[in-house]
């Protein structure tokens, strides 16, 4: 099977003919121009060493290595049969805060883009795991199911705002739920021969507004999750900034005395639900090793062959186009404009003029 892996670059090659009749229609004007000027003998003197048709296939040479460089640029390939794809590794799922105490700039910039970069850390260094997004504070929603496409979980993580959820507070209880739940409907289904380890990792600054937590995290291991958690922000807390559309700073979120508000982590409630589901608890610092701790933890549970998938094995033919790109300017820097020999200038008084 053949195709071209980019292919709106060939849409170009459309405006080389174009590109063609305009700069031919521009040398014709100007040559007419010349004359009309000069007149007939003196335009045809100094232009006497000069080849219109060399200088015709020069520019003919560079909309062909034009047109090769546009082929080679959409990345011909041709298929060579399907190949069987197996992944092997742990079901994750990711449930990420997103309750406005996480805009706290207690860790730069804030506690959520800091939280929004070690995500992506993460899942740099995964692999063959099937990966998976839940968002949470008052309430809770799934945002993408088991995959193994990181770039697009990357994408919806950078979108992730207090405004991704439908209610504000923070309750780790609907997170846990969600997350057993998204296992439940997008998971492979262990039996005798197949065993899947399925890892919920709760990112969040600790503070919780609501209570069982401890006990859906005992249910949630009882159903085969185990739940780890990882820390944002400083025993020492932060305000919490509010902003207009343009991102400007208005003042900051006050109570109902008109105090500011400060937000400390709360450390303990997440460590107690990383013991009650089984997992561990780490602390997310600039330059730290909890990404290294998380990933050692999870290279140690048993891992699972998902399910095989079918893959085209594409061989590439870009090279022989560029190649082909570089020959046509070869030759149009070895063709010359001008004529080895050019006749001598004779005057005015030349066969044909008048006296």
């Excluded at 993460?122 to 997004?133: E, F, I, Q, T, Y």
Aim: include cysteine.
């Amino acid at each position: 099977m053949f195709r071209f892996m980019n292919p709106e670059y060939l849409y170009l090659i459309a405006l080389i003919p174009v590109i063609y009749v305009v700069v031919r229609l521009q040398v014709s004007r100007r040559s007419k121009k010349l004359k009309k000027e000069l007149g007939d003998n003196l335009s045809v003197f100094l232009t006497s060493s000069y080849s219109a048709k060399r200088r015709v296939w020069k520019f003919r040479f560079e909309l062909f290595a034009l047109m090769f460089l546009l082929i080679a640029l959409a990345r011909p390939q041709m298929g060579q049969g399907e190949q069987k794809v197996k992944s092997t590794g742990i079901e994750l799922m990711l449930a990420v805060d997103v309750s406005r105490s996480m805009l706290s700039e207690d860790v730069k910039p804030s506690r959520l883009q800091f939280l929004k970069r070690e995500m992506g850390v993460l899942l740099d260094r995964l692999a063959g795991d099937k990966v998976g997004l839940v968002v949470f504070a008052g309430s809770s929603a799934l945002v993408s199911p088991l995959t193994n496409d990181y770039s697009a979980l990357k994408m919806f993580i950078d979108g992730l705002t207090p405004e991704s959820v439908s209610s504000q507070g923070t309750n780790f209880t609907k997170a846990i739920d969600e997350s057993v739940k998204a296992f439940e409907r997008g998971g492979i289904e262990s039996d005798e021969t197949i065993r899947v380890s399925r890892v919920l990792l709760i990112n969040s600054d600790g503070e919780d507004n609501e209570e069982g937590a401890l006990k859906a995290a005992e249910e949630a291991k009882k159903k085969g999750v185990s739940i780890f958690s990882l820390g944002f922000g400083t025993a020492k807390g932060g305000s919490i900034p509010i902003r207009d559309e343009r991102g400007y700073l208005k003042g900051y979120k006050q109570d109902q005395n008109g105090n500011i508000i400060v937000s400390q982590a709360k450390t303990k409630l997440l460590q107690d639900i990383a013991q009650k589901g089984g997992g561990n608890y780490y602390h997310s610092v600039i330059g730290g090793y909890h990404i290294d701790a998380l990933l050692k933890d999870f290279n140690q549970l048993e891992k699972a062959e998902f399910e095989s998938s079918l893959a085209k094995n594409y061989n590439e033919y870009f090279q022989y186009p560029l190649f082909l790109a570089f020959l046509c300017l070869f030759f149009e820097r070895l063709l010359a404009s001008r004529k080895s020999k050019t006749g001598k200038w004779k005057g005015r008084f030349t066969e044909g003029a008048s006296a």
